[in-house]
């Protein structure tokens, strides 16, 4: 039981930490994640209002304990002129294990 405790994950944390860091002028359309050897990767998509929301959010995530070697890519402008971006990253585990979330509690 305890092996099967201490690799199970749970995302809440993440998504907290999501709401409450993305400015109101980026969102995200697209989230998948996966377990790598060196932790969990996140993948997401997202849209900002301008160059600057996406430099805003890149420095928030840059600063956060959840993120390893955040990166923004394939910056494009839609049709409406906003930034359209992809962005990958790996999660420290350990911040979003189980274990931690119920020893939280």
């Known amino acids: 039981t305890?092996?099967?405790i201490s690799k199970h994950y749970i995302l809440t944390p993440l998504f907290a930490f999501?709401?409450?860091s993305?400015?109101?002028t980026v969102r995200f359309s697209d989230f998948h994640y996966s377990m790598t050897e060196q932790g969990l990767e996140l993948s997401m998509?997202?849209?900002a209002r301008g160059y600057a929301a996406v430099a805003l959010q890149a420095d928030i995530f840059s600063k956060s304990q959840?993120?390893?070697d955040p990166v923004f890519s394939n910056l494009?402008?839609?049709g409406r002129g906003d930034v359209v971006f992809s962005f990958k990253a790996t999660v420290d585990p350990s911040l979003v294990s189980y274990?931690?979330?119920v020893?939280?509690?």
């Open 45 to 47: 998509r997202g849209e």
């Open 103 to 105: 020893e939280r509690i």
């Open 66 to 68: 959840y993120f390893k």
């Open 18 to 20: 999501l709401e409450v």
């Open 22 to 24: 993305t400015p109101r």
């Open 2 to 4: 305890q092996e099967l």
């Open 99 to 101: 274990i931690r979330e």
């Open 76 to 78: 494009n402008l839609n």
